[in-house]
T-cell receptor, first 115, second 112 residues
Framework: NAGVTQTPKFRVLKTGQSMTLLCAQDMNHEYMYWYRQDPGMGLRLIHYSVGEGTTAKGEVPDGYNVSRLKKQNFLLGLESAAPSQTSVYFC??????????????FGPGTRLTVL | DAKTTQPPSMDCAEGRAANLPCNHSTISGNEYVYWYRQIHSQGPQYIIHGLKNNETNEMASLIITEDRKSSTLILPHATLRDTAVYYCIVIPRDNQGGKLIFGQGTELSVKP
């Protein structure tokens, strides 16, 4: 049981390049999330998904797109990277039962630098 | 906006109890208090949560005041590995999407 894994762990991009971050979970969780964390700051929600085939915007969605084609995977895409997107990206998942809130399990993070 | 207020930093001696306060004076009746922590360079980790009763698990205890306007996370015997940023988060019971709104947190330094 690997929990939540993220690929890649590190990446350096040039301005204007595109890339996709992959998040995978093996806990059969319904909900998945993408956050970003800038230096010295708390996490901010980018996008989230409440189930396969559904996505929704979080606090800071601009410049990002997401897809949830399979329940276990949640992809975060940057179509045209900008230096302001330099950050650490965390993926998380949770299992909601009966409408109650459940805890979120986080991946190890992807450190992205945009030059 | 985060609905909680926490001190930016605290120190604690190894082996002693660490008491981390959180103010959530605008909390409503259907909102839970959750605590997460983030050890340097790692993803956040769930610690504990509660509604109005005090809670205890293998990691910590959570004391919520009777008026629910503040709470304290207690690590009973802090170790060096407890050095981390601790986040207090208020979440409604019917939180659509289960979103977490992180504030600045408290940076706890456990010293030998």
């Amino acid at each position: 049981n690997a929990g939540v894994t993220q690929t890649p762990k590190f990446r350096v991009l040039k301005t204007g390049q595109s890339m996709t971050l992959l998040c995978a979970q093996d806990m059969n969780h319904e909900y998945m999330y993408w956050y970003r964390q800038d230096p010295g700051m708390g996490l901010r929600l980018i996008h989230y998904s409440v189930g396969e085939g559904t996505t929704a915007k979080g606090e800071v969605p601009d410049g990002y797109n997401v897809s949830r084609l399979k329940k276990q995977n949640f992809l975060l895409g940057l179509e045209s990277a900008a230096p302001s997107q330099t950050s650490v990206y965390f993926c998380a998942s949770s299992y909601l039962s009966g409408g109650a809130i459940d805890t979120q399990y986080f991946g190890p993070g992807t450190r992205l630098t945009v030059l | 906006d985060a609905k909680t207020t926490q001190p930016p930093s605290m120190d604690c001696a190894e082996g002693r109890a660490a008491n981390l306060p959180c103010n959530h004076s605008t909390i409503s009746g259907n909102e839970y208090v959750y605590w997460y922590r983030q050890i340097h360079s790692q993803g956040p980790q769930y610690i504990i949560h509660g509604l109005k009763n005090n809670e205890t698990n293998e990691m910590a205890s959570l004391i919520i005041t009777e008026d629910r306007k503040s709470s304290t996370l207690i690590l009973p015997h802090a170790t060096l590995r407890d050095t981390a940023v601790y986040y207090c988060i208020v979440i409604p019971r019917d939180n659509q999407g289960g979103k977490l709104i992180f504030g600045q947190g408290t940076e706890l330094s456990v010293k030998p």
